[in-house]
């Protein structure tokens, strides 16, 4: 049975060249990558003032400031066969949070070809499977600061025939020099990994930058986000630029981001229902690489809930 193993090499050549080249890299733990761009608004999440438990996978100290307790799901299926499905939980405390989640990747399934005892053998398996588990908590310092960590644990298994695990940290920090303006400080992704296959996969290391400013007046909400991505292992940097504008409960998010290889384009819409926000959003890049992403997520009180007539434009 070990001569099947002689076809791993060849299907994670076909399976970062031909699916997500752009996204992996060197590496080839795709499930931390994906669990943070498994959301609708992109660098808008990176804001103070966005409001989304998915903020945490792009620093884990803007979840500090959140004072309502919720559960969110994720949702996201691209042009072949893969998709992407998490949860997140939230359970506020006096002036910090602490957050539970789980994620799972599949990339679907591949015909294996193999020879065992002279016979050529057929068999199809999954391509590859991921999960993810995190656990994080932020704090709020004062007004002007907050930090935060997360511990994330994941298992990569490729075409059935193994697993590695990986055990990384995030550590991040939020300024709010002046009113609605953030300034978000991250590092994500640093830790070890187990050697899969006799091939090393590093971990994406990086490091993230991003402001945004918060514009609202009477009804009008508006929250432009620019942000820096650098991934240390593929010496890759990747700018995401989104603008959100949202009036009474409808949000729409614009948004351009870009590496050295793509270019991707996003489109989302979200509304708010008693304290349910429906979101959805479009992807593309340079390379018609089409992404769909659902996420739904509900708040229901918490240690420092605020009054049910809470302002219209604003998502928390």
Do not use: H
Request: charged share 15%; with cysteine; aromatic share 14%.
């Amino acid at each position: 049975m070990f001569k099947k193993y002689l076809f791993i090499p060849a299907i994670l050549s076909i399976f970062c060249s031909s699916v997500y080249s752009a996204n992996i890299g060197k590496s080839d733990w795709i499930i931390f990558e994906q669990s943070r761009d498994a959301n609708t608004s992109g660098a808008v999440l990176a804001s103070l003032d966005s409001g989304s438990l998915f903020s945490v996978f792009y620093n884990p100290a803007l979840i500090g400031g959140y004072t309502q307790r919720e559960v969110s799901f994720a949702s996201k299926f691209g042009f072949a066969d893969d998709k992407l499905n998490g949860i997140v939980y939230g359970e506020p405390f006096k002036n910090s949070m602490l957050l539970i989640g789980y994620y799972y990747y599949d990339a679907g399934s591949i015909e294996l070809n193999f020879i065992e005892n002279g016979v050529l053998n057929t068999q199809t398996v999954s391509l590859e499977k991921d999960q993810m588990g995190i656990v994080a908590y932020g704090r709020e310092i004062s007004k002007s600061l907050y930090i935060g960590g997360a511990f994330k644990a994941a298992t990569s298994q490729i075409a059935d025939m193994g697993t590695a695990s990986a055990y990384v940290f995030d550590l991040g920090v939020a300024i709010r020099p002046i009113d609605n303006f953030t300034v978000s400080i991250s590092g994500q992704n640093y830790g070890t990994s187990t050697v899969f296959a006799n091939e090393t996969s590093p971990l994406p290391n990086s490091g993230d930058i991003t402001c945004s400013y918060l514009y609202k007046d009477n009804r009008l909400y508006v929250l432009p986000s620019v942000g820096l991505l650098y991934n240390f292992v593929d010496e890759n940097p990747l700018t995401e630029m989104v603008l959100e504008v949202g009036m009474s409960n409808i949000f729409l998010d614009f948004g351009y981001s870009f590496d050295l290889q793509t270019g991707t384009i996003l489109f989302g819409v979200s509304t708010m229902l008693k304290g349910m926000k429906l979101s959805y959003a479009y992807t593309t890049d340079n390379n018609l690489n089409v992404t769909n992403t659902f996420t739904v997520g509900y708040k229901f009180g918490g240690a420092k809930a605020k009054p049910a007539k809470t302002q219209n434009i604003l998502r928390n």
